[in-house]
């Protein structure tokens, strides 16, 4: 059940998130993120200590909706190169349906120094599970894909967050690099040669 606090919550949430599309998170303030939520600051307050806490609540939520998504596209009874490619395609998916909330988790929030660490790790620690579960099928198995090591998993990640970052900041859009981060990711998590 939703109360009247949720409604609230997410309206600031959504306030930050659409400051953020339109100016950016560093431009962003606290007035910004309350007049796009159509409420006051004192609400804002009574939810989050500051505009990094916002942030934080967005990124999480965004991450979390993010990893259930990705999990659900994938058919574990597929083909292993048909799993990858669902999971590739639906990370891809969702950086294209908030790409400047993509990139901003990507360099905004480093920037925030020591106080984002531990949110940092957080977030990149529930996509290794992810990822490492999502590789850990009977199907997969089968076709001689091992499971992934945390740190392959984190060479993964790392690589696709920067290849959609570097593109949306080049203008492009995070399904231009569909392919490449299929094939690549294939390549990387696909079966030992002999």
């Avoid at 009874?77 to 294209?96: F, H, L, N, S, T």
């Avoid at 949110?119 to 992934?148: N, Y």
């Avoid at 900041?169 to 040669?193: C, F, K, N, W, Y």
């Amino acid at each position: 059940m939703t109360t009247v606090e949720d409604t609230f919550r997410q309206r600031l949430l959504d306030g930050l998130a659409a400051a953020i599309v339109q100016d950016g998170y560093r431009a962003t303030t606290v007035a910004d993120i309350v007049r796009r939520a159509k409420t006051s600051r004192r609400t804002f307050y009574e939810h989050f200590t500051s505009k990094e806490e916002c942030f934080a609540a967005l990124l999480t939520e965004a991450n979390a909706e993010m990893i259930r998504y990705i999990t659900a596209a994938v058919d574990p009874k597929a083909p292993w190169q048909r799993q990858i490619r669902q999971a590739v395609e639906a990370w891809i998916a969702c950086a294209e349906s908030t790409p400047a909330i993509m990139v901003s988790w990507i360099r905004d929030l480093p920037s925030l120094g020591s106080a984002s660490r531990q949110l940092q790790r957080g977030m990149m620690d529930a996509f290794i599970d992810m990822v490492q579960s999502l590789t850990d099928t009977e199907e997969l198995r089968a076709a001689g894909v091992r499971p992934v090591s945390r740190q392959e998993a984190i060479i993964l990640l790392g690589g696709l967050r920067e290849l959609i970052a570097t593109t949306v900041e080049d203008g492009g859009r995070p399904s231009d690099i569909s392919e490449v981060a299929v094939r690549s990711t294939l390549a990387l998590l696909g079966p030992a040669s002999s």
